[in-house]
């Protein structure tokens, strides 16, 4: 029998995008889809492109609507999920795309989000390091296993926590001089107004957005890396819209430790990596196109050392949409309910 799936907040680029999966998971089988204000339109005038779900309707997020499934997806702006999700009991299992549940430090959500701080549930990055190289090889993949509760990573979270993740764990970069400069397509910020609109005002055009270490996924990422060195990270982060849908690509730099060569940095992401279905580490002087992660599940890692500046240079390109979120989420849940990790979920991207 499949286990029933409801999504709340269906009618965004995630809840669209989770839809799109899974259609074929063959495991789960999707019943009720809430919105807001498109409650009662056909799941067609809002994705046309998911034909399989083309005459169901979006229905109201209240607990009645929500009651009886065994999978609840919260695609909702952040700070909305948390009440939402108190609607539910320990056997349900509850999945937020948003940042309500990710963080540990409840001065950095308050700074950042300007609310109330919730609980922090398991992190939906499998694939995520959790120490150090020095004692041993381990990962946020343990703790999502029969969890009834998993916080899905932020999309730019995951492209930068990624790339540097290997490089700290393994001593070979210093923790206090990391940059991150990122692409991002518009998508990321959601379905609305004033998306669209902003869309349409870069064309040809690309904008720096939150400037000067006030993004909201400061916080997310810097609590990933300072599990794996001694010393507190300190990030320059800086993100930019540019004319395409989705994708994005993190180019992320830093400070080397003395003497360290490209075949260590690499033995090191080879060492992270090895096995990861949806990590892939290109081989020397190969680095990622957004172009090629489109619809994938999957991470794509270039790496490269700047001789004159003494920095590592790692550049990872997503699919915001998928192993930035949606596709995320997905994995994690396979982890927590015992399916193979890869159930309903592809590394082939789409053709140009």
């Given at each position: ?224 890396l300072n599990r794996l060195t001694d010393s507190k990270t300190q990030i320059s ?20 430790k003395p003497g360290v060569t490209i075949d260590q940095l690499r033995a090191a ?84």
């Open positions: 029998m499949k286990l029933k799936v409801a999504i709340v907040g269906a009618s965004g680029y995630v809840g669209g995008e989770l839809l799109r999966m899974l259609a074929s998971h063959p495991m789960v089988e999707v019943k009720t889809l809430t919105a807001n204000t498109n409650v009662g339109q056909k799941i067609s005038a809002i994705h046309p492109h998911l034909a399989t779900f083309a005459d169901q309707a979006f229905v109201e997020t209240n607990r009645e609507n929500l009651e009886d499934h065994d999978v609840v997806f919260l695609a909702l702006p952040h700070t909305k999920s948390a009440e939402i999700a108190k609607w539910f009991d320990g056997q349900t299992l509850v999945i937020d795309c948003g940042a309500d549940f990710r963080l540990e430090d409840a001065a950095a959500w308050q700074k950042f989000y300007g609310t109330e701080h919730n609980a922090t549930w398991p992190y939906g990055m499998p694939e995520l390091l959790t120490g150090n190289f020095a004692n041993g090889v381990t990962k946020a993949r343990a703790k999502l296993a029969a969890t009834t509760r998993i916080a899905v990573p932020g999309c730019n979270a995951t492209a930068v926590t990624l790339a540097f993740a290997p490089a700290l764990a393994a001593d070979l970069i210093e923790p206090s001089d990391l940059t991150s400069v990122l692409s991002v397509g518009t998508s990321g910020a959601g379905r609305n107004a004033s998306v669209n609109l902003l869309a349409s005002e870069i064309n040809a055009g690309a904008s720096a957005y939150q400037v000067g270490g006030v993004h909201r996924h400061i916080p997310e990422i810097q609590q990933n982060f800086t993100p930019v819209l540019v004319p395409m849908t989705r994708g994005i690509i993190a180019v992320n730099t830093a400070k080397l992401f080879d060492r992270a990596y090895a096995g990861e279905r949806f990590v892939r580490v290109l081989p020397q002087g190969e680095f990622p196109n957004t172009k090629s992660a489109l619809g994938a599940n999957l991470a794509l890692i270039g790496l490269a050392i700047d001789e004159a500046a003494n920095r590592a240079v790692i550049i990872c390109a997503i699919d915001n949409l998928v192993k930035g979120t949606a596709g995320a989420a997905i994995q994690s849940m396979n982890i927590a309910l015992a399916f193979d990790e890869s159930t309903g979920l592809t590394i082939d991207g789409v053709a140009p």
